[in-house]
């Protein structure tokens, strides 16, 4: 799903990414870990195609990034899940959750929010998925937090991306809500087979959701294996930029969770295709 080798990004003389060699298999829930600077956002944005690399090799969802796309395009592919939602608060938790699919529609359909009865039922079982089908009818800024980035993880879903790009997705909630956003979030990528990059700086919640740790460092990346692997060694590497002769690699097979099905096998519901407005 996520293919880089050797990428690199520089803002003027500032070098933020040094050669980074990352691939991320389908179903595969991969937390990157770093101090703020160490290049991971720059990553991600690399991945959702909003900072476009000086060289290597990138390919996310089948396009490749190096070569130019368009958004439209990417957004068939890829779904971002931010830290501060990015949500209309005056429009339904349901509106919200179809946003998603407008990538999807034509021009004169995505302009008027014309959407389709299957793009509904789609949302409706993206909701019902993090647990807010009960919610769907309500203006979403009367939602919790915690609530809100869940309508962002439906609208990630409700894009059938093979690809999500989480940036801090839980940085400004409590830590019983962020492990249930965390959990919703895991659960729903892995029975779908959507391979997920999420960015952390809580070490704990690495050790407990990821299927794999790859830690930054001055833009290089210094570790990368198994949560259990991630030892006071590797920290100190990760965070202190104490050197080792070789960090852990993921090189074993493939999670049982994982499948190798592209995104089209995914059995997303099936509806008809009269058009509805919302």
């Known amino acids: 799903m996520i293919q880089i080798r050797q990428l690199r990004k520089s803002y003027g003389s500032n070098h933020v990414l040094h050669g980074i060699d990352l691939d991320v298999r389908p179903g595969e829930f991969v ?18 195609g909003l900072n476009h690399p000086d060289s290597g090799m990138l390919a996310v969802g089948g396009i490749d990034l190096m070569q130019k796309h368009s958004r439209r395009e990417l957004a068939r592919h890829v779904a971002m899940v931010f830290q501060h939602h990015n949500l209309v608060p005056r429009l339904s938790v349901r509106k919200n959750v179809l946003t998603g699919r ?24 993206c909701l ?6 009960h919610k769907a009818d309500e203006r979403t800024e009367a939602l919790s937090g915690g609530q809100m980035q869940r309508v962002g993880i439906a609208r990630a879903l409700a894009q059938q991306p093979q690809v999500i790009l989480a940036d801090e997705p839980v940085a400004s909630l409590d830590p019983k809500t962020a ?9 729903a990528t892995r029975e779908l087979g959507i391979a997920v990059v999420c960015n952390l700086h809580q070490v704990d919640y690495a050790r407990e ?21 991630l030892d006071e060694a590797a920290l100190q590497v990760i965070y202190h930029g104490e050197p080792q002769e070789a960090y852990p690699r993921a090189d074993a097979p493939v999670p049982a969770h994982a499948t190798a099905a592209v995104l089209p096998s995914v059995p997303w519901m099936q509806a008809s295709a009269s058009v509805g407005s919302l």
């Open 31 to 48: 937390v990157m870990l770093g101090l703020s600077g160490a290049g991971k956002s720059t990553l991600l944005r690399c991945m959702n």
């Open 209 to 229: 959701f990821g299927d794999r740790v790859v830690g930054l460092a001055q833009g290089r990346v210094v570790f990368d294996g198994a949560p259990t692997d």
């Open 179 to 187: 492990r249930s956003v965390l959990q919703y979030l895991r659960d």
């Open 102 to 125: 407008l990538g999807q529609l034509g021009t004169l359909p995505s302009l008027l929010q014309l959407f389709r009865t299957s793009d509904i039922r789609l949302a409706d079982q």
């Open 128 to 133: 019902e998925r993090v647990g807010l089908a």
